[in-house]
T-cell receptor, first 113, second 114 residues
């Protein structure tokens, strides 16, 4: 089975721009979660989607949004980028969340200049 | 509020020595518990999990963890570490009263000294 894939792997953007990151979960997995990882703040939960609906949400501003498609693929969007948005963005999929383990992709490294 | 505390941000240990990485959580509801490992420049990988049953859980790469309900702890152990165990280790808790959302610890960097 193919693992979780994330595109692109690396991205450089300018302050004020917007960015869209993509995540393809493992086949059959219906839950996709997004995380932001930075050296200072560690691993921070952004949101979780299950069957195209946002099921859980972390404590991030409205500039961070996401969606999930009928094939379980997910995208996250960050509008009006700030320098502090520079981070590794990780996507994780699981069968249905909860007690099922999450399988992580390699991440997208976003640098905002 | 529920939280997960990894008491050590870094743990240096000599190769072939035993190691324990500590994880405590605060919750009064039933939980599922996980340990993940992140090798440099990679995503996270599941090491082991506790859902129910035996409180001693064995995982990959020779790691094990013990669930202690009275002390609300889930410490990770390995009897003899390798240089290849150099990584960051994350403890996570899934809570039955919050849609099973995972709550993450801050991570512990395991540094293996030759």
């Amino acid at each position: 089975k193919a693992g979780v894939t994330q595109t692109p792997r690396y991205l450089i953007k300018t302050r004020g721009q917007q960015v869209t990151l993509s995540c393809s979960p493992i086949s059959g997995h219906r839950s996709v979660s997004w995380y932001q990882q930075t050296p200072g703040q560690g691993l921070q939960f952004l949101f979780e989607y299950f069957s195209e609906t946002q099921r859980n949400k972390g404590n991030f501003p409205g500039r961070f949004s996401g969606r999930q498609f009928s094939n379980s693929r997910s995208e996250m969007n960050v509008s009006t980028l700030e320098l502090g948005d520079s981070a590794l963005y990780l996507c994780a999929s699981s069968l249905s969340g909860g007690g099922y383990e999450q399988y992580f992709g390699p991440g997208t490294r976003l640098t905002v200049t | 509020a529920q939280s997960v505390t990894q008491l050590d941000s870094q743990v240096p240990v000599f190769e072939e020595a035993p190691v324990e990485l500590r994880c405590n959580y605060s919750s009064s509801v039933s939980v599922y518990l996980f340990w993940y490992v992140q090798y440099p420049n990679q995503g996270l990988q599941l090491l082991l999990k506790y859902l129910s049953g035996s409180t001693l859980v064995k995982g990959i790469n020779g790691f094990e963890a013990e669930f202690n309900k009275s002390q609300t702890s889930f410490h990770l152990r390995k009897p003899s570490v390798h240089i290849s165990d150099t990584a960051e280790y994350f403890c996570a808790v899934s809570l039955s009263d919050s849609n099973y959302q995972l709550i993450w610890g801050a991570g512990t960097k395991l540094i293996i000294k030759p």
